[in-house]
């Protein structure tokens, strides 16, 4: 049952007859990770908040920089140097205080116990961190949705790997053997702002219709038939196009094989 608080905060979404009552419901008992509090975890993470996720946990290891506010939407020039992970934490709170947000001031590895969660989020920047995030929801049958973006361009997929078959994982799309030498971050290649928060926009939406398939809810509804899993969206602000790529999983993969 929804309290009065949550019928009027939520209220906008509860209309949608994709959601109503039952999906926010889904949507406030669910438990999602994080993974990077900077140009992209940052309004990811505020707009799970905003809709409701009911736990959300936030790893990243690195103190705010003033290079960093030009995206960071969270962060202001009096929380420089202090950890992101816990500023952003703090800054979703102020937000909605009445969810489970956990501040995690940690590298993310393969080590990093993901089994309470039902979606991990990657908003890293890191390309290492990838690949330890697919290996981690593949062995693990999470759903990955995994994001990044750099200059002018963002891209996004759904990675589900563990749990169907035939579905790629994050490595059938990008080899590491292949990749090895890349790891190009906004820090070396540029980054503006509102690509970052475009491609978390369609993150979180998502992560919304993910939860909602987990729970095989409203499975009529065009909104939760329409997966991501199995392409790769592109974004070009300069074009301003986005395009919509079919991927294969590859059956001589280092990791879902």
């Known amino acids: 049952m929804l309290s009065e608080n949550d019928l009027e905060r939520y209220a906008s979404q509860l209309i949608m007859p994709e959601i109503e009552e039952e999906g926010q419901s ?21 707009f799970c908040s905003a809709a409701g996720i009911g736990c959300i946990d936030i790893c990243d290891d690195d103190n705010i920089e003033l290079s960093n506010l030009n995206r960071q939407i ?15 934490r703090d800054y979703c709170l102020n937000l909605n205080p009445n969810l489970k947000i ?16 039902d979606i991990i989020l990657d908003c890293s920047d890191n390309i290492q961190t990838k690949y330890n995030a697919n290996i981690s929801a593949h062995k693990n049958n999470k759903t990955l949705i995994s994001a990044s973006a750099t200059q002018f361009e963002g891209q996004l997929a759904v990675f589900k790997s563990g749990k169907l078959k035939n579905s790629p994982c994050y490595e059938c799309i990008f080899p590491q053997d292949l990749h090895q030498d890349t790891n ?18 369609l993150q979180v939406t998502e992560t919304i219709r993910e939860l909602f398939i987990q729970k095989s809810f409203k499975k009529e509804q065009s909104f939760t038939k329409n997966t991501l899993a199995g ?27």
């Open 26 to 46: 889904i949507l406030l008992k669910s438990k999602i990770l994080i993974i990077g509090a900077g140009g992209l975890g940052n309004p990811t993470a505020i």
């Open 74 to 88: 969270a962060f202001s020039i009096n929380n420089l140097g202090h950890s992101k992970s816990t500023k952003l």
């Open 102 to 117: 956990k501040s995690i001031v940690d590298r993310f590895d393969t080590k990093f116990p993901i089994n309470d969660y």
């Open 184 to 201: 190009l971050n906004c820090r070396e290649v540029g980054i503006i702002g509102p690509v970052t928060n475009l491609i978390s926009s």
């Open 231 to 257: 392409n790769l969206l592109l974004y070009d602000s300069i074009k301003q196009e986005i395009i919509k790529i079919k991927i294969k999983k590859n059956l001589n993969c280092n990791v879902c094989k």
